[in-house]
């Protein structure tokens, strides 16, 4: 109980450190906090599957269909309050991954990741072909209401948006560190120790997989959806893409799945560290962040979210 009290006001310490930091950090570090969190919610939805011991090469399907809910809803429906438009990205994330979950929860390992990365292709070759939805050049969107609220100018970021975005991702962390410590959360760890062994104890294998699956799919979509709030903008190439879902997989990596905090400090150490790379070692960044994955291997094999647990040890 003492434990439990513990997280959730580390969760709350959390959140509260990063809204305060709208008034201490300059304005090109708070977009990419805010980017790093959109980001981050992709990599909180691959740490279900990968305590599954699963592992998706194509959630940046789910990221592009939660971005381009939101942008669809604005432009072909006239929504503009972002409460709204989020609510339909989830929705949207909800469903897709829900029907999708049927055919993917048969497969196992190599499997299921690439099957997944063959749906995501496959979302990627349709918009692209697709003059009604933008093609290659994408949506965007213009002002966006934040409960009735907005604030006049060229900055997309203000403190409603920038508010929002990091206290519904935290209210996000929330739900999953209560998914993990209920019943169903905890046997995703049997699962993935011996499914075997886990299918004759009574455990119904496929359908927490399906579940998981669910909740990480529309954890995606929110992601993709906030990222359009933010940005302004989305296009095929830049969520459906594999790169995009490579890239994903390569912060959860890094960031580990031993808790709910290390996939937002896996997104944000990564985009800190691209921005750098990119300004200082423009023609070498990708070989940078490549050393930094192997290094983070060699000497943090669990993730980022080690040094925490070694901390509590």
């Not at 300059?26 to 599957?49: K, Q, R």
């Not at 966006?144 to 060229?154: K, N, P």
Request: hydrophobic share 55%.
């Amino acid at each position: 109980m003492n434990l439990k009290y513990n997280e959730n006001l580390l969760l709350l310490l959390f959140i509260f450190f990063f809204v305060v930091s709208w008034f201490l950090l300059p304005d090109y570090a708070l977009n990419t906090v805010c980017l790093s969190f959109c980001n981050g919610l992709v990599i909180l939805g691959l740490l279900l599957l990968m305590r599954l011991g699963l592992v998706s090469f194509g959630h940046g399907m789910y990221y592009c269909l939660g971005g381009y809910a939101v942008a669809m809803s604005y432009n072909f429906l006239n929504i503009k309050e972002a409460l709204f438009l989020i609510l339909i990205s989830i929705t949207v994330g909800f469903l897709i991954s829900f029907a999708l979950g049927f055919f993917v929860r048969r497969f196992r390992g190599i499997f299921f990741a690439m099957l997944n990365l063959a749906l995501s292709m496959i979302l990627f070759g349709i918009i692209v072909k697709s003059i009604s939805l933008g093609s290659t050049d994408g949506f965007g969107i213009k002002e966006v209401y934040y409960f009735g609220q907005i604030i006049e100018g060229e900055k997309r970021l203000n403190i409603y948006s920038y508010s929002f975005i990091i206290i519904l991702s935290g209210i996000m962390m929330s739900f999953v560190m209560k998914y993990l410590k209920s019943s169903s959360g905890k046997m995703l760890d049997a699962i993935k120790e011996n499914e075997i062994r886990s299918a004759y104890l009574g455990i119904a294998v496929n359908r927490h997989i399906h579940k998981a699956y669910i909740f990480s799919g529309t954890l995606a979509a929110l992601g993709g959806g906030l990222m359009v709030l933010l940005v302004g903008h989305i296009t095929p190439e830049d969520t459906a893409y594999w790169t995009k879902s490579g890239e994903f997989v390569f912060v959860a990596i890094l960031s580990g799945s031993l808790n709910v905090f290390a996939p937002l400090f896996g997104a944000l150490f990564f985009e800190f560290i691209r921005s750098y790379a990119l300004f200082y070692f423009p023609n070498t960044w990708q070989m940078i962040i490549g050393i930094i994955l192997i290094i983070g291997i060699i000497y943090l094999p669990e993730g980022i979210g080690s040094i925490f647990k070694k901390r509590r040890n």
